[in-house]
């Protein structure tokens, strides 16, 4: 399997900012997930998008694929606080294939 | 909601002893990983298991780990003689995926060894 890579390492921003987070991968996938990992905790699945889809909502966060250059973005708008965290990309191959993780986005949100 | 639960949540071991890490994954989920993070790196895999039997496994995966399902319900890691560079926190996720599935990953909290 692949991983993603995510850009820019670290973003800084002020509560109520929008945050946008982008990934890259090498090759053909069936879908790509994104998941948050707080501070010494476990990753959490927030959204998974198929390749056929090309945008994709849930709540504040808005996921976008273009398969053709081999990217997607994660965008949370309105940020919180509690959204600070580092944000990882996985590209899928489906099934029961495992995911692999990049180093991640770490988002700090400023009070 | 149901969740992935792996305990202990921190182990402090002496060099060359033998760990055991558990994990009850979710109960209908078929497909059962460990990852592993060392402070500060990202999210390593590991091994995958399904069917009672390893899919794949990592480089780090040698023979001093070992996977087991000794139950319906629990998943095992086991690390035979452990070394300070095990020294890492320890993720067990499952999925209920198949052929065709989507394969998200849910995951527990995991369980932070220290190799002394």
């Known amino acids: 399997s692949q991983q993603g890579e995510e850009d820019p390492q670290a973003l800084s921003i002020q509560e109520g900012e929008n945050a946008t987070m982008n990934c890259s991968y090498k090759t053909s996938i069936n879908n790509l997930q994104w998941y948050r990992q707080n501070s010494g905790r476990g990753l959490v699945h927030l959204i998974l998008?198929?390749?056929?889809?090309r945008e994709k909502h849930s709540g504040r966060l808005r996921v976008t694929l273009d398969t053709s250059k081999k990217s997607s973005s994660l965008l949370i708008t309105a940020s919180r606080a509690a959204d600070t965290a580092s944000y990882f990309c996985a590209p899928s191959p489906g099934g029961y294939q495992k995911v692999t993780f990049g180093t991640g986005t770490k988002l700090q949100v400023i009070p | 909601e149901p969740e992935v639960t792996q305990t202990p949540s921190h182990q402090v071991t002496q060099m060359g002893q033998e760990v055991i890490l558990r994990c009850v994954p979710i109960s209908n989920h078929l497909y059962f990983y460990w990852y592993r993070q060392i402070l500060g790196q990202k999210v390593e895999f590991l091994v995958s298991?399904?069917?009672?039997?390893?899919?794949?496994k990592s480089e780090i995966f040698d023979d001093q780990f070992s996977v087991e399902r000794p139950d319906g319900s629990n998943f095992t890691l086991k690390i035979r003689s452990t070394k300070l560079e095990d020294s890492a926190m320890y993720f067990c996720a499952s999925t209920l995926a198949g052929g065709y599935g989507t394969g998200e990953l849910f995951f527990g909290e995991g369980s932070r060894l220290t190799v002394l």
């Open positions: 298991f399904y069917n009672n039997e390893i899919s794949e």
């Open positions: 998008i198929r390749s056929n889809e």
